[in-house]
């Protein structure tokens, strides 16, 4: 099968977890510090704004509580992202309100954001689809202007920027994904950035509930009595740990390669593809941007779509689509909406398989296999039943 994400993970990543066990800390410790330092390193803030958390969506629900969420706040989100997001806003008591992407970037643009902002709007959660950085600029400016906090869902923008910022720090908050199928992998796990430093502060006590020392043998070296708990603020344990952290800090070395190839791959369909019939491929990155290139999408007529989708999965090809639609998803079920590019990107976008392991003849047989299953349910859907068929 040749599958749509895969991880790449060796020797480097095995020796490095050896480490971890000879040292006998396999909890939060020294290599979880070095991991959150490097991460920082590399989206360009300080160590003490980012924490190594247990998942992306453990920090999207610890966001929420940050920001004291509640009944009668409203969050703006575009409805193509993970159910993770919306989630995590539910939980609070307050209101996800759904707005409409690009049909293309999948995306959402300032103005989509600006027209779905209500007088209870306390923050916007934007979600960098595929890896591309979007309207990101535009809409951190807006929130700005308006007094709205900003939260990146960066969780497939971890090698992502816009203009030389690194995607995750135009806004208040972020959260990154490095679960077993992202760029950057850890096998479960994430972080956490908080631009205000006793905001982010608060976000390491309560992510390891709620406690000022992250340890009894950190207190025993300030306090006499270093067993008594000074617990302020209702937390949970949400940390990572030394062993996904060693892993971490090999995948962030080899993060350049494997974006590398990944954007090799993407290239090469873009040149494979080209003028292929039925086949609509991804717009091009403006100029300034960088992505993570964790998505490759087309679009196809949504009449052929599933039935191309069900060829390839038969020729062993996984293909997908993310993200269902928030708007149509039981639970989040909006009357009255319209959100016209995103049911039409959603009918239409398939994900096809992109990930460093891929060689150029894995490229090649899924190119194949798309242009031979497009023409084939083309054909099919234009003859009918008067043509001699």
């Given at each position: 099968?040749?599958?749509?994400?895969?991880?790449?993970?060796?020797?480097?990543?095995?020796?490095?977890?050896?480490?971890?066990?000879?040292?006998?800390?396999?909890?939060?410790?020294?290599?979880?510090?070095?991991?959150?330092?490097?991460?920082?390193?590399?989206?360009?803030?300080?160590?003490?704004?980012?924490?190594?958390?247990?998942?992306?969506?453990?920090?999207?629900?610890?966001?929420?509580?940050?920001?004291?969420?509640?009944?009668?706040?409203?969050?703006?989100?575009?409805?193509?992202?993970?159910?993770?997001?919306?989630?995590?806003?539910?939980?609070?008591?307050?209101?996800?309100?759904?707005?409409?992407?690009?049909?293309?970037?999948?995306?959402?643009?300032?103005?989509?954001?600006?027209?779905?902002?209500?007088?209870?709007?306390?923050?916007?959660?934007?979600?960098?689809?595929?890896?591309?950085?979007?309207?990101?600029?535009?809409?951190?400016?807006?929130?700005?202007?308006?007094?709205?906090?900003?939260?990146?869902?960066?969780?497939?923008?971890?090698?992502?920027?816009?203009?030389?910022?690194?995607?995750?720090?135009?806004?208040?908050?972020?959260?990154?994904?490095?679960?077993?199928?992202?760029?950057?992998?850890?096998?479960?796990?994430?972080?956490?950035?908080?631009?205000?430093?006793?905001?982010?502060?608060?976000?390491?006590?309560?992510?390891?509930?709620?406690?000022?020392?992250?340890?009894?043998?950190?207190?025993?070296?300030?306090?006499?009595?270093?067993?008594?708990?000074?617990?302020?603020?209702?937390?949970?344990?949400?940390?990572?740990?030394?062993?996904?952290?060693?892993?971490?800090?090999?995948?962030?070395?080899?993060?350049?390669?494997?974006?590398?190839?990944?954007?090799?791959?993407?290239?090469?369909?873009?040149?494979?593809?080209?003028?292929?019939?039925?086949?609509?491929?991804?717009?091009?990155?403006?100029?300034?941007?960088?992505?993570?290139?964790?998505?490759?999408?087309?679009?196809?007529?949504?009449?052929?779509?599933?039935?191309?989708?069900?060829?390839?999965?038969?020729?062993?090809?996984?293909t997908t689509f993310r993200y269902p639609p928030l708007h149509k998803v039981p639970v989040y079920r909006a009357d009255g909406g319209e959100l016209p590019g995103t049911d039409e990107?959603?009918?239409?976008?398939?994900?096809?398989?992109?990930?460093?392991?891929?060689?150029?003849?894995?490229?090649?047989?899924?190119?194949?296999?798309?242009?031979?299953?497009?023409?084939?349910?083309?054909?099919?859907?234009?003859?009918?039943?008067?043509?001699?068929?």
């Amino acid at each position: 099968m040749i599958n749509v994400f895969q991880p790449s993970l060796g020797d480097e990543e095995l020796q490095a977890v050896a480490e971890v066990f000879a040292g006998n800390w396999l909890g939060h410790g020294p290599r979880t510090k070095a991991f959150e330092a490097e991460f920082a390193e590399h989206i360009g803030v300080e160590p003490e704004q980012v924490l190594f958390i247990n998942s992306c969506t453990a920090g999207l629900f610890l966001a929420t509580e940050l920001l004291e969420l509640g009944p009668g706040d409203d969050v703006v989100l575009p409805s193509v992202s993970f159910v993770a997001a919306a989630n995590a806003v539910a939980a609070t008591g307050a209101r996800p309100v759904f707005c409409d992407v690009d049909p293309r970037t999948l995306n959402p643009t300032a103005d989509h954001i600006d027209r779905a902002l209500t007088p209870r709007t306390k923050a916007v959660l934007v979600l960098h689809y595929g890896g591309y950085p979007g309207d990101i600029a535009a809409i951190a400016r807006l929130c700005r202007a308006r007094g709205v906090t900003l939260i990146e869902d960066a969780a497939c923008a971890v090698a992502s920027s816009a203009d030389g910022t690194a995607c995750g720090t135009f806004g208040d908050l972020a959260v990154w994904s490095f679960d077993s199928m992202k760029v950057l992998v850890t096998g479960d796990g994430g972080a956490l950035y908080v631009r205000d430093p006793e905001l982010a502060c608060r976000a390491r006590q309560l992510a390891y509930h709620g406690l000022e020392q992250s340890s009894g043998f950190a207190a025993a070296k300030v306090s006499h009595r270093w067993w008594e708990l000074n617990v302020r603020h209702f937390g949970r344990r949400i940390i990572g740990n030394d062993v996904t952290a060693a892993i971490g800090s090999v995948q962030l070395r080899r993060l350049p390669e494997s974006v590398a190839r990944r954007r090799a791959v993407a290239e090469s369909y873009d040149r494979l593809l080209a003028g292929a019939e039925g086949v609509t491929l991804p717009a091009p990155l403006p100029p300034g941007h960088t992505a993570s290139h964790y998505f490759y999408w087309i679009q196809l007529d949504p009449a052929i779509r599933d039935q191309v989708a069900a060829d390839l999965l038969d020729r062993g090809i996984y293909t997908t689509f993310r993200y269902p639609p928030l708007h149509k998803v039981p639970v989040y079920r909006a009357d009255g909406g319209e959100l016209p590019g995103t049911d039409e990107a959603s009918d239409s976008t398939l994900l096809l398989p992109l990930h460093q392991g891929l060689d150029d003849a894995d490229v090649r047989t899924v190119v194949d296999e798309l242009r031979k299953s497009v023409e084939n349910r083309l054909s099919a859907f234009r003859r009918t039943p008067g043509d001699g068929a």
